[in-house]
């Protein structure tokens, strides 16, 4: 996870270079408006594993959603697991168990008020073959845009994918996700469709994103920088995990984070699109509640001029803010993201 920037090349196909806004032409005739992501909970550690609760925790139920949005949290991202739910070549069908779970937990987090980011999380084949691969995802996106047929646009969002990283990167990255663009804009012709970038869609990664040239493409990063600080102890960012005992932030943090704010004023500049944050965190193993809400205060406060979403990760499972032993939220958590903190 720990991010290098590779300047990518105009993918292959999708329509071609020339009809991209290429990151590197420069300026932009319009303002697209950004999506209202706001204040969002990264439901995570829930759908993504191999098997539903598999990583522990509780199942989603609409409760949660109400306590979410009781919160004041505008916005929640979902992240599913959907290789290793299909039949293992074309047409790749669904298990039609787990999209049945999946529309389950979309409607219960609509009914709650809440926006919807749904996404594909972990298709592991697509970042070590991801040419081979693109028809196989595109299948399943073909399958969930026909299932959320008809759904509110604006409310519900598709991120074709999380965090492309290993062979996935800014070379091959549009003509990966063309079928599954494709097979969403078949039906959805206008639904908002959020893509994120090479190196595990780090903020650099913004500088060199391309992106198709469609209105309703909104581009996304993720932030946990310093990665040293927030994912100390993390065993499964081997084989090196940070050491614990990193504090944040340092004289040098500060200077990156406002560096790191500036890259996003700089991309919302050039592209006319705005991004938002699809997740930000600490590792609560070696990191206080304190400590934690101090880094995503410190994170808010520095992005909040420039006006982006930010999806904290996560609800309770992973980096937590419910604590579902004690059934309250843990102190500090919401008040670092401006909300109040009284139920
Ligand atoms: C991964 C999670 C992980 C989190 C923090 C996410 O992108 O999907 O499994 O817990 O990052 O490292």
């Given at each position: 996870?720990?991010?290098?920037?590779?300047?990518?090349?105009?993918?292959?196909s999708?329509?071609?270079?020339?009809?991209?806004?290429?990151?590197?032409?420069?300026?932009?005739?319009?303002?697209?408006?950004?999506?209202?992501?706001?204040?969002?909970?990264?439901?995570?550690?829930?759908?993504?594993?191999?098997?539903?609760?598999?990583?522990?925790?509780a199942?989603?139920?609409?409760?949660?959603f109400?306590?979410?949005?009781?919160a004041?949290?505008?916005?929640?991202?979902?992240?599913?697991?959907?290789?290793?739910k299909?039949?293992?070549?074309?047409?790749?069908?669904?298990?039609?168990?787990?999209?049945?779970?999946?529309?389950?937990?979309?409607?219960?987090?609509?009914?709650?008020?809440?926006?919807?980011?749904?996404?594909?999380?972990?298709?592991d084949?697509?970042?070590?073959?991801?040419?081979?691969?693109?028809?196989?995802?595109g299948?399943?996106?073909?399958?969930?845009?026909?299932?959320f047929?008809?759904?509110?646009?604006?409310?519900?969002?598709?991120?074709?994918?999380?965090?492309?990283?290993?062979?996935?990167?800014?070379?091959?990255?549009?003509a990966?996700?063309?079928?599954?663009?494709?097979?969403?804009?078949?039906?959805?012709?206008t639904?908002?469709?959020?893509?994120?970038?090479?190196?595990?869609s780090?903020?650099?990664?913004?500088?060199?994103?391309?992106?198709?040239?469609?209105?309703?493409?909104?581009?996304?990063?993720?932030y946990?920088?310093?990665?040293?600080?927030?994912?100390?102890g993390?065993?499964?960012v081997?084989?090196?995990?940070?050491?614990p005992?990193?504090?944040?932030?340092?004289?040098?943090?500060?200077?990156q984070l406002?560096?790191?704010?500036?890259k996003?004023?700089?991309?919302?500049a050039r592209?006319?699109?705005?991004?938002?944050?699809?997740?930000?965190?600490?590792?609560?193993?070696?990191?206080?509640?304190?400590?934690?809400?101090?880094?995503?205060?410190t994170?808010?406060?520095?992005?909040a001029?420039?006006?982006i979403?930010?999806?904290?990760?996560?609800?309770?499972?992973?980096?937590?803010?419910?604590?579902?032993?004690?059934?309250?939220?843990?102190?500090?958590?919401?008040?670092?993201?401006?909300?109040?903190?009284?139920?």
């Amino acid at each position: 996870m720990i991010r290098s920037l590779t300047m990518g090349l105009c993918a292959l196909s999708f329509a071609a270079c020339g009809a991209m806004a290429h990151p590197n032409e420069g300026g932009h005739g319009s303002t697209v408006a950004a999506l209202p992501v706001g204040t969002c909970m990264n439901m995570g550690n829930m759908l993504e594993p191999a098997q539903e609760g598999s990583w522990g925790g509780a199942p989603i139920v609409a409760a949660d959603f109400a306590r979410i949005g009781a919160a004041g949290f505008d916005t929640v991202r979902i992240p599913v697991r959907w290789h290793n739910k299909t039949s293992q070549e074309a047409p790749w069908t669904v298990d039609e168990a787990w999209m049945d779970r999946v529309q389950t937990v979309v409607d219960q987090a609509l009914a709650a008020d809440l926006n919807v980011i749904l996404n594909s999380h972990h298709f592991d084949p697509i970042h070590e073959d991801p040419l081979a691969v693109a028809q196989w995802h595109g299948a399943v996106w073909k399958q969930i845009a026909e299932r959320f047929a008809g759904y509110p646009e604006d409310t519900l969002w598709f991120e074709l994918e999380n965090e492309p990283h290993g062979q996935f990167d800014h070379s091959n990255l549009l003509a990966t996700l063309t079928p599954a663009l494709e097979a969403v804009r078949a039906t959805h012709p206008t639904r908002a469709v959020i893509v994120g970038g090479e190196n595990w869609s780090g903020i650099d990664s913004l500088a060199t994103l391309p992106l198709p040239d469609d209105p309703n493409v909104h581009p996304t990063f993720h932030y946990y920088d310093p990665f040293v600080f927030t994912h100390q102890g993390a065993g499964w960012v081997g084989p090196d995990i940070p050491p614990p005992g990193r504090t944040f932030p340092t004289k040098e943090d500060r200077a990156q984070l406002a560096e790191d704010v500036e890259k996003v004023r700089a991309y919302v500049a050039r592209t006319g699109k705005t991004p938002f944050m699809g997740e930000t965190g600490a590792y609560d193993r070696h990191i206080s509640t304190a400590d934690r809400a101090a880094y995503h205060r410190t994170v808010r406060e520095a992005f909040a001029p420039t006006g982006i979403g930010m999806c904290v990760w996560a609800y309770a499972n992973t980096f937590p803010f419910w604590d579902r032993d004690s059934g309250e939220w843990l102190p500090g958590m919401r008040a670092s993201l401006g909300l109040a903190e009284e139920d």
